[in-house]
């Protein structure tokens, strides 16, 4: 029985290969901003004169904050009462799931002649 030996890459096919995973690996984190599904409070609402106790904020809390470099509540109070939406489209859940989906079944058809190839080695031709 033959000793499989998977196809050597070139080094241009390597450079490729670099290029579109780090474009990929950018666009699934850039995609979801720009779109405006993520990495944002959708709405803030401070109070008019906010001290700590009306932020609802104890002295640990409080030291945490001045070590983050918030000395007063005024200026933590956009972040303390930001609120995020957490609701979602089916549209969206549908889209994700396709591409989940999608993304599976183009790596096991790009991927079938190598397990092929892998099986065949361990157990033999059919």
């Known amino acids: 029985m033959a000793q499989y030996t998977p196809p050597t890459q070139g ?17 699934a984190l850039y995609l979801p901003l720009w779109m405006g599904l993520a990495g944002r409070a959708q709405s803030s ?21 001045n070590q983050l470099g918030y000395p007063d509540a ?36 790009f991927s079938e002649k190598e397990y092929c190839d892998v099986i065949a080695e361990k157990f033999g031709e059919k």
């Open 11 to 27: 080094k241009i096919g390597q450079i490729i290969d670099v290029i579109v995973l780090l474009a990929m690996t950018l666009g």
């Open 45 to 65: 609402n401070p109070p008019e004169n906010p001290t700590w106790e009306v932020l609802g904020q104890n002295p640990e809390m409080v030291s945490k904050w």
């Open 74 to 109: 005024a200026s933590a109070a956009d972040l303390v009462s930001a609120h995020f939406d957490y609701s979602f489209s089916i549209g969206s859940l549908l889209l994700m799931i396709v591409v989940i989906v999608g993304y599976y079944v183009i790596m096991l058809r």
